[in-house]
């Protein structure tokens, strides 16, 4: 192996390794939560696309996420 074959391997392991964080970190951002149910009283639920469940203490909270309170309350913590 010569001086520029070892030269464009460096080059390459390094860029993989740059894309490869790039998207570890996108992905990490995207389903960051922005926010987490402290208490629930009532009838409260998380809705997340087509699903639908009971909020519970300390559900996390993201972007895509609807939180429905049909009766009681429920605390939440924002997170910015």
């Known amino acids: 192996m010569n001086h520029r074959d070892k030269k464009r391997q460096i080059v390459m392991a ?6 490869g964080l790039n998207f570890a970190i996108n992905a990490r951002a995207q389903n ?8 629930v009283e009532g009838d409260v639920s998380i809705q997340h696309g087509a699903q639908k469940k009971a909020a519970q203490r300390i559900d996390f909270l993201y972007a895509s996420d609807k939180l429905v309170v049909n009766k009681g309350r429920a605390d939440v913590l924002v997170c910015t």
Request: aromatic share 8%; charged share 0%.
């Open 14 to 19: 390094v860029a993989c390794a740059f894309l």
């Open 32 to 39: 960051q939560a922005l926010g987490m149910v402290l208490n």
